[in-house]
C-alpha cells in the first residue's frame, strides 16, 4: 500500500521560504491528487493545495500567492514552498493522496511540525 | 468557500454508549462528504466517505447519514479505541474545507 513520509526544516525565521517534502512507497505515484494541508496547534485542518500527475495544481485562494506545490514523477516525491512565512503559518503540516472519485483523502503522512520563529 | 460546522465540539461518554456527530454544511454538498478520526499526535484516518460508505478495515460500529447540509456519524457502541477527535470534510468543490472537530472523551 501507498506511505507517504515527509520531511522538512521543523524551524523556519519568519518571513523565509520553507519549504517541504513528501515521499510517496509502495506503489504508484500516479492514482491521486496529491496533496499538502496542515493542523494549527489544536485547531482544525485546512488543506493548501494539490497536484496532479500530470502536473496540474489547485490552490486555497488565501495561499495562493505564496504557496508552489510540485511533483516530481522521478522521484517519487511531491513538494510545497511557501514564501514569506510568518507565526501564523506555524503548523503541522501533512500530505496526503486524495482520491478524487470518491473525494476524501488517504492515505496520510504522519505530518511534521514546522515552527516558525526567530 | 462552503464552511463545515460540526456539533457538539466536545462530548463525555462511557463505553458502550451510542454516539452522534452533526456535520453541517453552509450550503447544499449533496453528499460530498467524509469523516475521519484523529488520535493525539497522529494523522487523520478516514472512516466514512461519500457519506456513509465505510472506508475498508473500519468496524461496522461505525455509519453515516445524511445528505445536502447535514449529517452525522454514529457509533453504535462506543468502545475504548474510539475516544479520539472527529472532523468531517466536504469535496463539493475543489476548495476542500473540514469540520472543526468533535473530541470524543471518556466520561
Same mark, same amino acid.
Given at each position: ?118 | ?7 457538539? !465540539?466536545? @462530548?463525555?461518554?462511557? %463505553?458502550?454508549? =451510542? ?7 453552509? #450550503?447544499?454538498?449533496? &453528499? ?19 457519506? !456513509?460508505? @465505510?472506508?475498508?478495515? %473500519?468496524?461496522? =460500529? ?7 447540509? #447535514?449529517?452525522?456519524? &454514529? ?33
Amino acid at each position: 500500500q501507498v506511505q507517504l513520509q515527509e520531511s522538512g526544516p521543523g524551524l523556519v525565521k519568519p518571513s523565509e521560504t520553507l519549504s517541504l517534502i513528501c515521499n510517496v512507497s509502495g506503489g504508484s505515484i500516479s492514482g491521486y491528487q496529491w496533496s499538502w494541508l496542515r493542523q494549527a496547534p489544536g485547531k482544525g485542518v485546512e488543506w493548501i493545495a494539490y497536484v496532479s500527475y500530470s502536473g496540474s495544481t489547485n490552490y486555497i485562494p488565501s495561499l495562493k500567492s505564496r504557496v508552489t506545490i510540485s511533483i516530481d514523477k522521478s522521484k517519487n516525491l511531491f513538494s510545497l514552498k511557501m514564501t514569506s512565512v510568518t507565526a501564523a503559518d506555524t503548523a503541522i503540516y501533512f500530505c496526503a493522496g486524495y482520491e478524487m472519485q470518491y473525494g476524501y483523502f488517504d492515505p496520510w503522512g504522519q505530518g511534521t511540525l514546522v515552527t516558525v520563529s526567530s | 468557500d462552503i464552511q463545515m460546522t460540526q456539533s457538539p !465540539s466536545s @462530548l463525555s461518554a462511557s %463505553v458502550g454508549d =451510542r454516539v452522534a456527530i452533526t456535520c453541517r454544511a453552509s #450550503q447544499s454538498i449533496s &453528499t460530498y462528504l467524509s469523516w475521519y478520526q484523529q488520535k493525539p499526535g497522529k494523522a487523520p484516518k478516514l472512516l466514512i466517505y461519500t457519506t !456513509s460508505t @465505510l472506508q475498508r478495515g %473500519v468496524p461496522s =460500529r461505525f455509519s453515516g447519514s445524511g445528505s445536502g447540509t #447535514q449529517f452525522t456519524l &454514529t457509533i453504535s457502541s462506543l468502545q475504548p479505541e474510539d475516544f479520539a477527535t472527529y472532523f468531517c470534510q466536504q469535496s463539493y468543490n475543489t476548495r476542500f474545507t473540514f469540520g472543526p472537530g468533535t473530541t470524543v472523551d471518556i466520561k
